[in-house]
T-cell receptor, first 116, second 115 residues
Framework: DGGITQSPKYLFRKEGQNVTLSCEQNLNHDAMYWYRQDPGQGLRLIYYSQIVNDFQKGDIAEGYSVSREKKESFPLTVTSAQKNPTAFYLC???????????????FGDGTRLSIL | AQKITQTQPGMFVQEKEAVTLDCTYDTSDPSYGLFWYKQPSSGEMIFLIYQGSYDQQNATEGRYSLNFQKARKSANLVISASQLGDSAMYFCAMRDGQAGTALIFGKGTTLSVSS
């Protein structure tokens, strides 16, 4: 079945450590996104990529980095510069389309990151 | 700047009743799309319904309908005949030209359905 796979489901980070969250999709989508969700809050955009080897910062990119070397993969690294990384991280993908395209974003099941 | 506002932190409804979840938006782009997602306690995001800014009719998908009032910049979700499985967090989101195809989300409304 086509979909988005995020791993791991749970992740723990020590002080000063970088950690990488994996996101893989087999939907043949050009665009991929990373969102952060804090308890009781909406989703905030960290980074997005419309095409391989290109990505843009979202609203809260500080302390995070991404790469897009393959169409299927969009890993997110939470660096030690991100002082409050505890959150639920969601990866999504979509066709590039037009801004008023009715194609929704498809989401993975998320990764819960906590500080040790 | 684009913004989505959901003013109801929590809503309570009994089974088989209808419920309306409010959403207002702000954008200067004439071309935009509005989406509603459901997030159960397990965390996955489930797409429910879409309304485009140029759509003449309100969107409907099964028990979900969207009350789109363009002049008021509102896109309220109506769930008819609520079921226990509808208990979840509901997010309104918007896509316009300023963030490519990325979505801007509201803070969500928690819906609780009781028997």
């Amino acid at each position: 079945d086509g979909g988005i796979t995020q791993s791991p489901k749970y992740l723990f980070r020590k002080e000063g450590q970088n950690v990488t969250l994996s996101c893989e999709q087999n939907l043949n989508h050009d665009a991929m996104y990373w969102y952060r969700q804090d308890p009781g809050q909406g989703l905030r955009l960290i980074y997005y990529s419309q095409i391989v080897n290109d990505f843009q910062k979202g609203d809260i990119a500080e302390g995070y980095s991404v790469s897009r070397e393959k169409k299927e993969s969009f890993p997110l690294t939470v660096t030690s510069a991100q002082k409050n990384p505890t959150a639920f991280y969601l990866c999504a993908s979509s066709t590039r389309g037009r801004t008023y395209s009715n194609q929704p974003q498809h989401f993975g099941d998320g990764t819960r990151l906590s500080i040790l | 700047a684009q913004k989505i506002t959901q003013t109801q932190p929590g809503m309570f409804v009994q089974e088989k009743e209808a419920v309306t979840l409010d959403c207002t938006y702000d954008t200067s782009d004439p071309s935009y799309g509005l989406f509603w997602y459901k997030q159960p306690s397990s965390g996955e995001m489930i797409f429910l319904i879409y309304q485009g800014s140029y759509d003449q009719q309100n969107a409907t998908e099964g028990r979900y309908s969207l009350n789109f009032q363009k002049a008021r910049k509102s896109a309220n979700l109506v769930i008819s005949a609520s079921q226990l499985g509808d208990s979840a967090m509901y997010f309104c989101a918007m896509r316009d030209g300023q963030a490519g195809t990325a979505l801007i989300f509201g803070k969500g409304t928690t819906l609780s359905v009781s028997s």
